[in-house]
């Protein structure tokens, strides 16, 4: 039995996470956890203490996995698994030095989010955050023939930077909205993807200067950070509504304010932010219309439950030298 108990391999979990992936590290019999036993970050001193001399690390996106983190965790460390779809967190370049193999969680919240990414959009062209609180406050006197109006989706032209899955999926329901024309951009064209919604591929300049309803779904990159800057929302229409869902370094923040305080902009929605959480007194969540919620786009049971046992399988594969259900390619 001690011999047995020896062989375990040993595995750190940087928060607590859905009973469901628990369950499959707990059942699979090939190592030991050891938990953050907490919904909130880990400290730093705890993770560098935690991840020392461990084969395996389960992390979320919120946890940064850089080089004195990799250090700390020495040469046994085999395998990370990030229980999101993005990695900007992780120290790509170093972790390849260092042949560790990494695990994600891309497709299981693609529909999750695209929901939440409507949801938003809706929310914010139609102002509806705005209209409860009127509601509440005693601000709904009598009905009123200009109050509380916004823009809808009905004959118009709607931009999607990045058409990833997220971004298809977006297209995919917002289609039956009667949404008029569909413009995209990226790296490249997508011309199969964007046969489904008849998407136009264009530069990002004219996908600014033509949309009605420009939604971010793309990677935080080099390249995409800052992207969406002072040049970019002078571009826009006065009625337009941004959305973003992808990440908050893509947006420079200062200059969204700016574009909405001037009215260069009708309104933003954002999901996320930098930093995340949104410190209380930031600029952005004074202004009416400008609607932050708290990156929640994979924000369903079924749906966090699922990213925690791929999480999960991906950590046991790595662990075992086995195939991963989803790993990055590095």
């Known amino acids: 039995m001690r011999a047995a108990a020896r062989q375990l391999m040993k595995v750190f979990v940087t928060r607590r996470i859905p009973p469901e992936g628990q369950a499959v590290l707990a059942q699979a019999g090939v190592c ?3 938990q953050w036993d907490s919904d909130e ?25 850089d080089k004195e983190v990799l250090d700390a965790a020495g040469p046994n460390l085999k395998v990370i698994s990030t229980l999101s779809v993005g990695y900007d967190h992780l120290a790509i370049d170093e972790i390849k030095k260092r042949g560790i193999r990494v695990g994600y969680t891309p497709d299981v919240l693609t529909d999750a989010t695209a929901e939440l990414t409507v949801a938003l959009l809706l929310a914010t062209s139609r102002r509806l955050p705005e209209s409860v609180e009127e509601a509440k406050n005693g601000g ?44 995209y951009t990226g790296r490249h064209p997508k011309p199969e993807a964007a ?5 136009e591929f264009v530069p990002l ?10 939604i971010v779904t793309c990677s935080l990159m080099p390249d995409t950070q800052g992207m969406c800057n002072r040049d970019f929302f002078r571009k826009m ?12 370094a893509v947006v420079n923040q200062d200059d969204l304010y700016d574009a909405l ?3 260069h902009i009708a309104a933003a929605g954002l999901d996320v932010t930098s930093p995340e959480p949104l410190p209380p007194a930031h600029p952005l969540l004074s202004l009416k219309n400008c609607v932050i919620l708290p990156h ?12 925690s046992v791929l999480a999960a399988n991906n950590l046991l594969a790595g662990l075992k030298g086995e195939s991963m259900p989803s790993e990055l390619s590095l």
């Open 237 to 248: 229409k006065k009625t337009a509504v941004f959305i973003n869902t992808s990440r908050g």
């Open 296 to 307: 929640i786009g994979s924000a369903t049971y079924a749906t966090r439950n699922t990213m």
């Open 261 to 263: 305080v001037k009215g």
């Open 195 to 199: 046969a489904e919604f008849g998407a």
């Open 41 to 65: 970050p880990i400290p730093q001193s705890e993770l560098l203490a935690g991840v020392a001399g461990k084969d395996g690390l389960l992390c979320l996106l919120s946890d940064r996995i």
């Open 32 to 34: 030991s956890v050891q």
């Open 140 to 183: 709904w006197t009598t009905w009123k023939p200009l109050w509380m109006c916004g823009y809808g989706l009905s004959g118009s032209t709607v931009g999607i930077v990045g058409l990833g899955r997220i971004g298809q999926a977006v297209a995919r329901r917002l289609k039956p909205f009667g949404v008029k024309r569909f413009l």
């Open 205 to 214: 300049a004219m996908l600014a200067k033509e949309s009605d309803f420009i």
